[in-house]
């Protein structure tokens, strides 16, 4: 086939440019010259009835051919073409609800319908990340209203699937807000309560800002890939799940917005709030416990906060059917041992197993959060509720659930071990008063993690341990010289992320 005065040929570049579609084109393409374009415009690409909005790169060599338009990776897979295809380049269309987002920038308040298009657009990969960049930061720093956090809520799950569970009257959930390094009690949470019957198909976000999330965590335990189809059958058998939620369009604007928080370092309250809901209404949960971490050094650090965001989290529930309870919790050192994907989930296997040196902090907080679900389920008080979850525990039948779970999830994983341990050791003596969350966590994430699913760190010490100088404070875990090096560069300078007080 002849192409058209507006047809380039497919050439693959081999670039993977994240979830952000990039076309390459000549300086003196006969297309990129007759339209107008510039560099970083963007152009709509069609082809056989599929089209994408794309960033434009321009080459003044011979990199792309002549008479073809490079796509990156992820351009190529949602046109659906192959090298020498042939598509058609054109201005993009406008994209209306920018308007409303240039709006919210100056301050003005989004009615439900504005932001149902704002988001249709983000979903439907629309906006480019600078685009996604604006709205979220428009949003950050208490910007929107409780209406609005509504209207984003409810937004959210409406642009993609949702569960639902004939014949099950209550559905269980449980989030935390993060910023608390190691403080995985997901997976305990799931098998304690369900190995009591309640139903709690759990879907879990990757990192965004931390070392590992839940979802990070359990890859290096099973498989989380689920589709729509196959959490059913797992909760089917099981009356639980622990999957990823980005594997099956569950609020998938979520997803977009995640990316580029991460790529910010930005965790807005009204954002974070939209976020976890719309995650559990769009899994068909009816009730959840929101677990928020309260320290110096944590996502939330104090109890005026923390109460603010309780209160958000509860309202906004309530508005979009969702029963919620939110507990804050001592967020003032880091839980468990282990820091980084596979180093939680040894932690996690250790409190399940009931081994001798298992996590405590780790093994009570999973029993203090099951203890007020089972109060959500039966209203018994959150007391007996936490002598049911030890009892679970305490006999096995959490840890023989659990197996049970990632069994219908493809089978329990033995798990990896990093290539590079390197001690760091402390430079005093004295007892150890207080730990930087926030550069510990940093550390954990400059080793590799949670990408390398390996990287990370193993403490040695916490908060109230006695320390002598050259002891350990840690192990730190890579799979890299160059991560290592700069993780051990990155705790070496600015503030101390361990305060020793001095021995007399």
Known sequence: MVASSSQLRVFKMGINTHQEPVVYMR??????????????????????????????????????????????????????????????????????????????VFGHSLLPAEMARIVSDISAHKYSDVEIACFLSACAGGRLGFDEIVALTQAMVNCGQQLDWPGVDRVF?????GG???????????????????????????????????????????????????????????????AWGGAMNLSPADDLLIRIERA?????????????????IAAGSTHAVIDIPVGETAK??????????????????????????????DGSKPV??????????RDVLAVLQGKQGAPRDLRGRAILLAGHLFDLADGLGVKEGMIKAERLLQNGSAWEQF???????????????????????????????????RR????????????????????????GDIVIKGEPLYELLSDSPGQQDYALAFNDMGPAIFTVSQEE
């Open 27 to 104: 300086d003196d393409c006969d297309v990129c010259l007759s339209e107008g374009f510039a560099a970083s415009s963007r152009v709509g690409i069609s082809s056989q009835g599929r089209s994408i909005i794309a960033t434009l790169n321009i080459s003044s060599d011979e990199t792309v051919p002549k008479g073809y338009a490079g796509l990156s990776d992820i351009a190529i897979e949602r046109l659906g073409v192959a090298q020498s295809d042939l598509v058609s380049v054109h201005h993009a269309p406008y994209i209306e609800s920018l308007s409303l987002v240039r709006r919210k």
């Open 173 to 177: 959930d449980k989030h935390c807000v």
């Open 180 to 242: 608390l390094p190691g403080n995985r009690t997901t997976p305990l949470v799931v098998s304690i309560v369900s190995a009591a019957g309640l139903v709690m198909p759990k879907t879990s976000s990757r990192a965004i800002t931390s070392p590992a999330g839940t979802a990070d965590t359990m890859e290096a335990l099973t498989n989380v890939r689920l589709g729509l189809n196959e959490i059913r059958r797992v909760v089917r058998e099981t009356d639980a799940c622990l």
């Open 264 to 280: 910010l370092d930005l965790d807005g309250e009204g954002q974070l709030v939209a976020s976890v809901l719309s995650k559990k």
């Open 300 to 329: 939330v650090r104090t109890p005026g906060d923390a109460d603010r965001l309780a209160s958000l989290f509860t309202s906004v529930g309530a508005a979009c059917g969702l029963k919620v309870r939110c507990i804050a919790t």
């Open 336 to 345: 468990g041992a282990g820091i980084g994907p596979t180093e939680e989930a």
């Open 403 to 437: 197996k049970r779970i990632t069994k219908a999830q493809g089978g329990l994983k033995s798990l990896g071990e990093a290539r590079f341990r390197r001690p760091v050791l402390s430079s005093e003596s004295g007892t150890i008063v207080s730990i930087d969350n």
């Open 440 to 463: 510990l966590a940093r550390v954990a994430k400059l080793a590799g993690a949670p990408a390398s699913s390996t990287a990370g760190l193993r403490l040695l010490v916490n908060v």
